[in-house]
């Protein structure tokens, strides 16, 4: 679960979900949290899980959120070719930024 609110998809949902406050901040509470959107797949193997998560976990640690971001990327929407291909990622991502530009712009605005 928690490699899957790394990706742009769960982050989008985040977005799309939760409530800008005054520093910006983005909340959820409960009822919104349970609506955010997750990816999972059971294809994927128990080692391979745990080495992205280390190895997100350390790049979340050293600040690098948008390389932990595209290594849970990788791992759980390659997972879903089906449904996620090569042109929808880079849509997903700018829209993801805009959300993101939008909630600190209004912040600015607030302020």
Known sequence: MAISLQTTYS?????LEGRVYGSGALKHEPSEAKSIKV??????SPNIVNRAYKIIDSLIRQSRVEDARRIANRVLMGDYKSKFTNKEIPILEEALMTARKRRYDSEKIDS
């Open 39 to 44: 990816i999972w797949s059971v294809k994927i």
């Open 11 to 15: 982050q989008l949902s985040a977005e």
